[in-house]
């Protein structure tokens, strides 16, 4: 990226641009009307609507606009949901990041349409009969110079702001130095922007193909915003805008102005009144590190944050993704000075005035001199993905502190199958006995019989089986609170299946347990895992339990919603107790 000093600022070709992204500004008044017989530019001025109704303000938000959708990607091996969300925002300034700077000069104009089109395609207004323009620099620390240019364009003004900065400079002057920092997450380049208070509109294409990373295949992506404030230029404001102009601004060249479409109603003049000038960094970065140690780690680069750049973050510098566009000094320098964690280097505490870059521009209503900002809103997508793992435990305490892979806050529930709990099902009307057949095939919990913020059932799957589950089989010495598969000697394909739905406050279920006794393990035992009906895992018959009571559980790095666990048709007789899980809530 190339950059200009203040001793090469003047003109550069236009280009205009129609920028990427979905950008809405809800800007725009009624149909043209002419000057009439208005005598001058003050009374057709004072016709025009406020700046305000022109371009309403709007209030700042960030929000999902919709549900989230999840999605299974076995291939990639991701667990992914995406939130479709709005953001709204109103750049304080237009930053144009080195683009149209030979129309944004002090005191330039500006027909508003343009400006508050969206398009990034901002237009002068073509009047060449201007007053005397005072214009200054203000050095930051109460210093300032000024002076007045006698025929105000673009070439005048930038040699009139070149000769302050010179006098300043050989007077000793040191500009001010104020450095801004800010980061955010970047889900797209428009929201990013945004998000930093700045505006995609206004970006060419090589900087914007630059910075925008949301294609690259890492988990996180952020964006982060320096700026160095040195000094500002800008300009006397005159009471009027009739001051603007000189004698030879007429009512018939006002009018001519009004049939083009240049002024009017729909279309009000706006001006240039300050510039900041310094250098800015724009800065994406992508990594499958969490949010928190990437910022972390870019803060650890400058010592005002009093973050130690430890080995951790030195590795998330070296390996991340990262492009850096700066204006006001070199791309390259500045993001090898970033890597070595020094950034602090780039922005010097005395730069040379002459370094300065122009960086930002305020505009204002020619009418009333009010400030002239646009409100911006982009849609997007926020898409989480997490890596799908998923384990398997025979000891109730390892799945337990297995819980600590969800990044949520979680919870455990364990649920005694003791009789009072099996009558909380919605198929079971009585507290059973000991040797009770409960006649049914599934026993299901809700929400409002068990405190949970989910549903979940047990359910056995053979068909025809006419003692499909017991409470309390007499025939297991020893054992209670239990729920035999079948009966012991009969139904003898003991496979059943523990599923969760119906889930509350944003919850989800990320780890099912329970124990199992007296089975035989065959060769065509298995445990499987899914998710609605994909299958996430399955555990081989070489796992499964035998003999006498044996935890069985599973801890996904995704939600479950269902277990199946395949028996054997192998004559053994197995019960299970106690249905234990982990919840998660989302943050």
Not at 32 to 54: H, I, K, R, V
Not at 191 to 212: C, F, H, I, P, W
Not at 219 to 225: F, G, Q, R
Not at 580 to 585: D, H, I, N, R, S
Request: with cysteine; proline share 5%; charged share 20%.
């Amino acid at each position: 990226m190339t950059t200009q000093s203040l001793r090469m600022w003047g003109i550069v070709p236009l280009s205009l641009l129609l920028c990427l992204g979905i950008i809405m500004l809800a800007c725009g008044g009624d149909s043209p009307a002419g000057p009439d017989d208005m005598a001058d530019m003050n009374t057709y001025m004072s016709s025009l609507p406020a700046w305000d109704e022109f371009c309403p303000p709007v209030i700042d938000s960030d929000a999902p606009t919709g549900e989230t959708v999840e999605n299974l990607d076995m291939g990639q091996g991701l667990f992914c949901h995406t939130t479709p969300c709005s953001i709204t925002e109103t750049p304080e300034q237009v930053v144009t990041y080195g683009t149209f700077s030979n129309i944004l000069w002090l005191g330039g104009l500006i027909q508003g349409d343009t400006y508050a089109g969206g398009l990034g395609s901002m237009e002068e207004l073509p009047i060449r009969q201007r007053a005397p323009l005072t214009v200054g620099v203000n050095l930051l620390h109460g210093d300032s110079v000024s002076t007045v240019v006698q025929d105000p364009d673009a070439a005048s003004v930038g040699q009139a702001t070149s000769n302050l900065i010179a006098i300043a400079m050989n007077s000793g002057f040191q500009a001010g130095s104020s450095v801004y920092f800010t980061q955010k997450e970047m889900y797209s380049l428009e929201q990013a922007m945004l998000s930093l208070g700045l505006s995609a509109n206004y970006m060419g294409t090589e900087v914007r193909n630059k910075l925008d990373l949301t294609a690259v295949k890492k988990k996180n992506t952020l964006t982060a915003y320096f700026k160095q404030f040195m000094f500002e230029t800008y300009i006397v404001q005159p009471q009027t805008p009739s001051e603007f102009f000189s004698a030879e601004f007429t009512p018939e060249r006002l009018e001519e102005q009004v049939n083009t479409g240049s002024i009017g109603p729909d279309n009000l003049p706006v001006y240039v009144s300050r510039i900041q000038w310094g250098r800015i960094m724009l800065l994406t970065m992508s990594s499958d590190s969490s949010y928190t140690d990437m910022k972390n780690a870019l803060k650890a680069t400058h010592p005002a944050f009093s973050i130690d750049l430890t080995a951790k973050y030195e590795h998330i510098l070296s390996t991340s993704e990262m492009e850096v566009v700066t204006f006001g000094g070199d791309d390259a320098d500045a993001l090898g000075l970033i890597r070595s964690g020094n950034i602090e280097s780039y922005f010097t505490q005395s730069p040379d005035l002459s370094t300065a870059f122009p960086i930002a521009y305020a505009l204002n209503n020619l009418a009333d001199n009010s400030p002239a900002k646009v409100g911006e809103t982009t849609e997007y997508e926020v898409k989480e993905c997490t890596q799908i793992t998923t384990a398997y435990y025979t000891d109730w305490n390892q799945w337990r502190d297995a819980f600590s892979v969800i990044q949520d806050s979680s919870d455990n529930k364990f649920f005694e199958t003791n009789a009072e709990n099996i009558y909380k099902s919605d198929e079971v009307d009585w507290i059973p006995g000991s040797n009770s057949h409960l006649v049914t095939n599934i026993l299901t919990f809700a929400p409002a019989n068990t405190g949970y913020d989910f549903t979940f059932y047990l359910k056995t799957l053979q068909d025809g089986c006419p003692y499909p589950l017991t409470f309390n089989d007499s025939e297991f010495s020893g054992a209670t609170n239990l729920l035999s598969i079948g009966d012991v000697d009969n139904c003898q394909y003991d496979a059943f299946e523990i599923g969760v739905s119906n889930f509350l406050n944003d919850s989800y279920v990320f780890a099912v347990g329970i124990y199992v006794g007296d089975n035989g393990v065959s060769s065509d035992e298995k445990l499987e895992i899914f998710y609605h009906d994909r299958k996430i895992e399955e555990i081989p018959y070489s796992q499964m339990p035998s003999g006498g009571l044996s935890f069985m559980g599973i801890v996904s790095t995704i939600p479950i919603t269902k277990i199946k666990f395949t028996e054997g048709y192998d004559g053994d007789d197995i019960y299970v107790k106690d249905f234990c899980f982990g919840v998660a809530y989302r943050r």
